[in-house]
């Protein structure tokens, strides 16, 4: 047999049957919705009076709409959005599909609960009507979005016509400085291959840096590779991962794990198995990095200066420019910011929220600047209150929110004014990402931490940043 990458392997294993050279019907081993992606789907099964073929393996989550102000009881005041989480709540009732609702104390961002409550495992195809589905790669899961047709087949049949990506691998060796994350090598990479540099390919990340990564800070790498246009992510599960899914998996007997272990050790590329592209990175050359324009890909160093409007991007460069009012050569350190947020399903995490304690302790939020934290799921909310974490906080000023999406999208009643400038944590930087006219500014959860106290972009080595 010839040698097969990860993502070869993962798709044969799952492939009901071939249809043609190029797409297969693959069987999803869990589908993953919420509140936006799901009614139309549901809609269409009723019209054919189908019900859902696999209800145990689907699960739902308000996360998108839904308001994160800290009141104990939260209320959707938006009727469109109330509407989107009755339906949802109606549907999954009816057909009998777990759901974390509105004020579930586990409630929280798709892709923060399903790794958290031991539903991703390595193996697995997991699927979900949003991108950043890529982030179960970090436990060797081929995860990716799909679209409201393609959720409304999958609940009918707990299947997908799935069209076969290439093979990419990224590989990144060395050790990542002080004061540097995964938030930093992920916008590296894209800003070095562009925001179109992966699509059509499925992308496995390797090499000592990776393997010195936690399984947190891997979930932010995977997560973000679709920015890159990237069909889905992966990482071979090593002992972290299975460290880390055994600590969460109390379904499992003793023989169950042991299979398991047995199965989990072949989900690796072979050796000689062929890419059809290939990239190195050395870690030592990743710096806290920050977005500059509209685009991911628009990202350089905080030491940097913006680029001039030349060569082939030069209209996408000016546009982008218009946009967030920059201008140049000009810096990004020192540029005044009136709103930090720190959440999303990017870096929403109990590590993240940890770094960015460690910069907020005995530090207060600067005039002029509003500070939020939103964690990504009630269960991240709790430990890190019980970790004394959320007081740091608080106590820095910080607003300590309910989990939710929040204002990775301004989808919700967490909105930024035209022209206020933030530092964000999450993944996408698109004009009107967080509010018409707002301008966002994407860096590692540590360096908006830095840009909150200091009123500014900051090069969070300067405070003594994570990794320190």
């Known amino acids: ?263 989990w050790a072949t989900l690796r590329s072979d050796e000689g198995a062929e890419f059809e592209v290939e990239h190195r990175f050395d870690a030592a050359d990743v710096a806290p990095y920050v977005t500059w324009g509209t685009s991911p890909d628009q990202a350089i160093p905080v030491t940097g200066k913006v680029p001039a409007a030349t060569g082939p991007q030069r209209s996408s460069i000016e546009k982008a420019l218009n946009y967030t009012g920059l201008a140049a050569d000009m810096p990004l350190e020192g540029l005044a910011v009136q709103h930090v947020f720190i959440g999303s399903c990017t870096n929403a995490r109990i590590e993240d929220l940890r770094e960015v304690a460690a910069v907020a302790k005995g530090r207060r939020v600067a005039p002029g600047v509003r500070a939020m934290v939103v964690p990504g799921s009630g269960a991240v909310r709790t430990q890190a209150e019980s970790e004394g974490i959320a007081q740091v906080l608080i106590d820095a000023g910080f607003e300590w929110r309910k989990p939710g999406c929040s204002m990775c999208l301004a989808m919700n009643d967490d909105v930024l004014a035209s022209g206020q400038r933030c530092a964000s944590s999450t993944n996408r930087n698109f004009e009107g990402r967080q509010g018409r006219g707002a301008i966002t500014h994407l860096m590692s959860p540590a360096m908006a931490a830095a840009a909150a106290v200091t009123g500014h972009i900051t090069d969070v080595r300067k405070l003594g940043g994570p990794n320190d």
């Open 1 to 263: 047999m010839y040698p097969q990458t990860l993502y070869r392997k993962l798709v044969a294993s799952h492939t009901v049957v071939e249809l043609d050279e190029q797409n297969v019907l693959l069987f999803c081993d869990l589908h993953l919705m919420n509140e936006y992606t799901s009614p139309q789907a549901f809609a269409g099964l009723h019209e054919q009076e189908r019900e859902v073929a696999m209800p145990g393996q689907n699960v739902a989550t308000v996360s998108h709409i839904i308001p994160t102000h800290p009141i104990a009881q939260r209320i959707i005041q938006d009727p469109a959005s109330a509407l989107q989480a009755s339906n949802l709540k109606r549907n999954c009732e009816r057909h009998d599909i777990p759901l974390f609702d509105t004020n579930d104390v586990l409630q929280g961002i798709e892709h923060i609960i399903a790794p958290e409550h031991g539903m991703i495992r390595p193996g697995m195809v997991v699927i979900c009507g949003d991108s950043h589905t890529t982030t179960y790669g970090a436990l060797g899961a081929l995860g990716f979005g799909i679209g409201t047709s393609e959720v409304e087949h999958v609940l009918a049949t707990q299947t997908l016509v799935y069209r076969l990506a290439e093979d990419m691998r990224i590989r990144v060796d060395g050790r990542l400085p002080p004061g540097v994350t995964s938030k930093d090598l992920i916008l590296m990479i894209i800003s070095r291959i562009g925001a179109q540099g992966a699509r059509g390919y499925v992308v496995e990340f390797c090499g000592s840096a990776i393997d010195d990564l936690s399984i947190e800070a891997r979930f932010t790498l995977c997560n973000m590779a679709v920015e890159a246009g990237a069909r889905g992510a992966l990482i071979a599960p090593d002992q972290k991962a299975v460290d880390y899914v055994f600590a969460r998996v109390a379904d499992m007997d003793t023989e169950q794990r042991r299979q398991a272990l047995s199965y």
